[in-house]
């Protein structure tokens, strides 16, 4: 049904997805699998296949061939590749569920973080049934099926570490339980491959590289029996600068310096390497305001450091184009611009007196010319990453700039919410509803 709903379109929506997505994040491999949709499609998964053409239509505005025709209803054919997926992991799982599974969690735009975190859960556990978790080089088995089950596996560990830092979850993959090798660009290179696909190889080795360093930053996030003197801030930051330092030609300037983002995947990795940036700042900044011996000017210092790191974020915001528009973004980017705003929204009130000074707070403005940015994507190029930040904030954000003059202090109902919740649990306050304040309402 759903391949009726897409024609005359399949065939395109399948390159698409090969040289959009897939060259980017390598969760099957091209060459085969287009020899196999040639001529034997029918031994394809289904449910593989209809999550390719859902995922692939958020590139349909993108591609010149398909812009000037109607766009099928992206919901409607998720709500159809879902009933497939469904299907076959009760009837028949297997490492086919767990790629269908991966690209239904890939898909975009994101309208249920339960249930990513369902379909995530079941392919972890399905994973680990079929012993993906294993380095399979040693084994007796055709090289091509070493590789696809190594891609898996880093795929899969990707969705889980930053689908845990944006939900608020702890992740459920760890290092000492896995001893599959971390990926080259031999491992994902073939014979005669073009310089765009080393390139965007190159990409994903160090995001998978990222990956691999987020789980000591989400240990320190998600342990529960963790005081301010068990906290190794300054080995957090020299091992995200150990990870920086071992990367090499235009990747490392994709990180340094913010250039060379028109390669495939570069300006999703450089998001999240400054949200990992972004997550180190809100970790020294709790650590430094528990400990008991802190310094005021300490603090001042890390809140700049704050600043800055969220100006680099709204930079890059406002500096993408329509080709980065159009490149792979792993859906929970999404929820960066979230926390950037909402942690912005946190050190004005935090840094702030009265309600003259917030509106005039530079954390503030930052949030707004964030929101700003976000709004010009939404609004040219219906840019799905936008809508959370923009549902979220964008009213929060207005009430805080344009106070009333009647206001003598600051409101105090979202102050203490954020004493009782934030300490421990960093990005809980992106759980709570904002429409539910007193100090906002009309």
């Not at 020899?35 to 394809?44: K, L, M, N, T, V």
């Not at 790191?309 to 329509?322: G, N």
């Amino acid at each position: 049904m759903l391949e009726k709903l897409l024609e005359p379109w399949t065939d395109r929506l399948v390159d698409l997805y090969l040289s959009k997505a897939n060259v980017c994040f390598p969760l099957l491999d091209e060459d085969s699998f287009r020899d196999q949709y040639r001529s034997a499609r029918d031994r394809i998964s289904p449910a593989v296949l209809a999550c390719i053409y859902a995922n692939s239509l958020t590139y349909w505005k993108f591609d010149p061939t398909l812009s000037p025709e109607r766009c099928p209803d992206q919901r409607f054919a998720w709500n159809l590749a879902c009933q497939v997926l469904y299907s076959e992991l009760r009837h028949s799982p297997g490492i086919s569920s767990i790629a269908a599974s991966l690209l239904n969690v890939g898909g975009r735009p994101t309208t249920s973080m339960l249930g990513n975190g369902v379909q995530l859960g079941a392919a972890i556990s399905l994973s680990h049934s079929l012993g993906l978790n294993r380095n399979p080089l040693p084994w007796h088995i055709p090289q091509s099926e070493k590789f696809l089950r190594m891609k898996i596996w880093w795929c899969l560990l990707i969705h889980d570490r930053w689908s845990s830092l944006a939900y608020g979850t702890p992740p459920r993959l760890r290092s000492d339980q896995s001893d599959v090798p971390l990926p080259t660009v031999e491992y994902l290179s073939a014979n005669g491959q073009t310089s765009t696909k080393t390139q965007a190889s190159a990409v994903f080795v160090a995001l998978v590289g990222l990956t691999q360093l987020l789980e000591v930053f989400l240990d320190n996030v998600y342990r529960i029996k963790l005081s301010p003197s068990d906290l190794p801030v300054d080995d957090l930051e020299a091992r995200l600068g150990h990870w920086v330092d071992t990367l090499k030609g235009d990747t490392r300037k994709v990180i340094l310096r913010g250039t060379h983002l028109d390669s495939p995947g570069a300006s999703n990795l450089r998001l999240a390497y400054l949200s990992t940036k972004l997550l180190l700042r809100r970790i020294e900044l709790n650590h430094d305001k528990q400990a008991a011996d802190v310094q005021a000017p300490k603090i001042d210092r890390r809140y700049s450091e704050v600043r800055h790191t969220a100006e680099e974020i709204v930079s890059l915001v406002q500096e993408l184009e329509d080709t980065q528009l159009g490149d792979f973004w792993l859906p929970v980017a999404a929820f960066t611009f979230s926390h950037t705003v909402t942690f912005l929204i946190r050190c004005a009130l935090e840094t702030e007196d009265d309600p003259l000074s917030l509106s005039q707070s530079p954390s503030l403005h930052l949030a707004k010319e964030l929101l700003d940015a976000l709004r010009q994507h939404q609004d040219r190029h219906g840019w799905d990453l936008a809508d959370i930040s923009l549902a979220q904030h964008t009213e929060v954000v207005d009430k805080l700039l344009t106070p009333d003059p009647a206001d003598e202090v600051l409101p105090s109902t979202f102050l203490e919410t954020q004493q009782q919740l934030m300490p421990e649990f960093p990005f809980m306050e992106d759980m709570f509803s904002y429409t539910n304040l007193d100090f906002l309402q009309s």
